[in-house]
């Protein structure tokens, strides 16, 4: 398949999903919504925009995954959502309400994990349940870490610490530790990037496992297609910076569940894994681009130092004369 040119983008990309992938049923009102932000850092000439005009509806009970490529700014749009950092402009909203900072109501898995290597499993998730629900009795606390140890897997190994654990262990505490403030987002910021390829198909299959069983809504942030496909309802690509934007929202609109095997066979699976691809692909092109024919050739300052002329009679070493 040949890949679009700039300004046929959105047509040729969306044509060559079935009519099937691109019918939408009613969308409910979001939970979450993004309207016009931008954020960027530094100041004066030193500033480098990140995102610009990102707007964006989270609706209830989806799986939303927002794909790019690295350094395009999916961190910094998770950590908005998550109310790490504040918007230079625009506006985020959930249930109505300004997003003005961090809240057990918006929980978020870090690419990292965030463990703290003195505590063990128990410990770590406990950390964010005692905080969220003081009012609760200890044991109702403890019973509650214990459900979500189980619900990772991980009963056999709740004494234990970072350090005696596996990347994969490690990632399913930082989720069930998330998991456990009960949020009514769940934001996942590339969460299983670090992890070797049997590990992560193993933990798609468990986040779509919890996510099915909690219901909550879930945002994941991934430059994976295949894994946007295998575990979205929607996938937003986000377009490369520097000031970048979202692209046309993409319908995945495959029955679940959803078996890895059988979708390389699914003729629709196809046609979306080429259509979001060749997308990013052409707006990659577009950037550079416009990257090039915007700066040009970067003059480089050199010093100005003069070269030695080695014809002249020099000292020796031993500082003999000459």
Request: charged residues 25%; proline residues 7%; contains cysteine.
């Amino acid at each position: 398949m040949s890949i679009a040119t700039s300004s046929e983008i959105t047509a040729d990309h969306l044509a060559v999903i079935p009519k099937s992938v691109e019918t939408q049923p009613p969308a409910p009102a979001p939970i979450m919504a993004v309207r016009n932000v931008s954020k960027g850092y530094g100041s004066g000439a030193t500033r480098v925009g990140v995102l610009n005009g990102i707007n964006l509806n989270l609706r209830e009970g989806e799986f939303l995954a927002v794909v790019g490529f690295s350094g395009s700014g999916k961190t910094t749009l998770a950590q908005l959502l998550a109310g790490l950092v504040k918007p230079d402009s625009g506006e985020i909203t959930m249930d109505g309400e300004p997003v003005t900072g961090p809240g057990p109501e918006r929980g978020l898995v870090f690419q990292n994990y965030s463990l703290l290597p003195w505590l063990t499993v128990r410990g770590n998730i406990a950390l964010s349940v005692d905080r969220v629900f003081q009012s609760w009795s200890k044991t109702q606390r403890r019973e509650h870490v214990d459900r979500f140890v189980e619900l990772v897997g991980l009963t056999h190994a709740i004494h234990r610490r970072p350090h005696e654990l596996s990347g994969g262990m490690r990632q399913r505490v930082s989720l069930a530790r998330t998991l456990a403030m009960k949020p009514k987002v769940l934001l996942l910021d590339e969460p299983l990037s670090a992890l070797d390829a049997l590990t992560r198909s193993v933990m798609q299959d468990e986040i779509l496992k919890i996510w099915q069983e909690e219901k909550q809504t879930c945002l994941m942030i991934t430059n994976d297609v295949d894994e946007a496909i295998l575990v979205a309802d929607r996938i937003v690509p986000l377009n490369p910076g520097p000031d970048a934007g979202l692209g046309p929202a993409f319908t995945v609109g495959l029955e679940r569940p959803r078996d890895k095997t059988e979708l390389n066979h699914n003729e629709r699976f196809k046609h979306l894994r080429n259509a979001v691809t060749n997308y990013l692909v052409a707006v990659r092109q577009r950037a550079r681009s416009r990257e090039t024919q915007k700066g040009g050739a970067v003059e480089i300052q050199r010093p100005d130092i003069q070269p030695v002329d080695l014809t002249l009679p020099r000292k020796a070493i031993l500082n003999s004369p000459i």
